[in-house]
């Protein structure tokens, strides 16, 4: 498996914007988990869902943010409008539920509003 | 939720042990001790788990105290590529959350 994978690695967009992060958890993996990391708050849990339903979404910032997971391979964040303080580097990760073991992440997205 | 407390900082000798505390105290009898590392520019990289017995792997041993209100993560012999930030965390219902961390610096 090539691991969970997430799009863009990179995105530059400019403030009112809307943002679209996308991530493809390994196969089979039943638990997805969307993080924000920055130097001031560190990792931040956004959200996770099982089995593609939200579990708790009590980590997302606002309402400028929302989180699908449309199917079991599948699963967007979105920003709108994006704002400059909304710049972090954002991973998905993704494990098997019942296992309650480990969880594999993915490279990142950095996410630059100007 | 369940929080973890761990040193900012440790640092350690090249090919020496480095023993990595955490404190847990809230910890419920459901929740599981997970570590994981985050090296320079990198996503974070799962450890070693457990939930009451002590658990060793290729990577590193973890020592779970007999309350579960603490637990130490051993990595046996720091190279240079083992500096990373790691993270203590209690696997909550399924929840992962993760806390600030230690950095861990090894010197040749």
């Known amino acids: 498996d090539a691991g969970v994978i997430q799009s863009p690695r990179h995105e530059v967009t400019e403030m009112g914007q809307e943002v679209t992060l996308r991530c493809k958890p390994i196969s089979g993996h039943n638990s997805l988990f969307w993080y924000r990391q920055t130097m001031m708050r560190g990792l931040e849990l ?16 606002e309402d400028r943010f929302s989180a699908k997971m449309p199917n079991a391979s599948f699963s967007t964040l979105k920003i709108q409008p994006s704002e400059p303080r909304d710049s972090a580097v954002y991973f998905c990760a993704s494990r098997y539920r019942d296992r309650r073991g480990e969880a594999f992440f993915g490279q990142g997205t950095r996410l630059t509003v100007v | ?102 950095q861990v610096v090894v010197t040749p």
């Not at chain 1, 956004?46 to 910032?61: E, K, R």
């Not at chain 2, 001790?33 to 658990?55: A, C, K, M």
Request: proline letters at 6%; one cysteine or more.
């Open chain 1, 46 to 61: 956004l959200i996770y869902f099982n089995n593609n339903v939200p579990i708790d979404d009590s980590g997302m910032p």
């Open chain 2, 1 to 102: 939720d369940a929080k973890t407390t761990q040193p900012n900082s440790m640092e350690s000798n090249e090919e020496e042990p480095v023993h990595l505390p955490c404190n847990h105290s809230t910890i419920s009898g459901t929740d599981y001790i997970h570590w994981y590392r985050q090296l320079p520019s990198q996503g974070p990289e799962y450890v070693i788990h457990g939930l009451t017995s002590n658990v060793n792997n290729r990577m590193a041993s973890l020592a779970i105290a007999e309350d579960r209100k603490s637990s130490t993560l051993i990595l046996h012999r720091a190279t240079l590529r083992d500096a990373a930030v790691y993270y203590c965390i209690l696997d909550s219902w399924g929840k992962l959350q993760f806390g600030a961390g230690t």
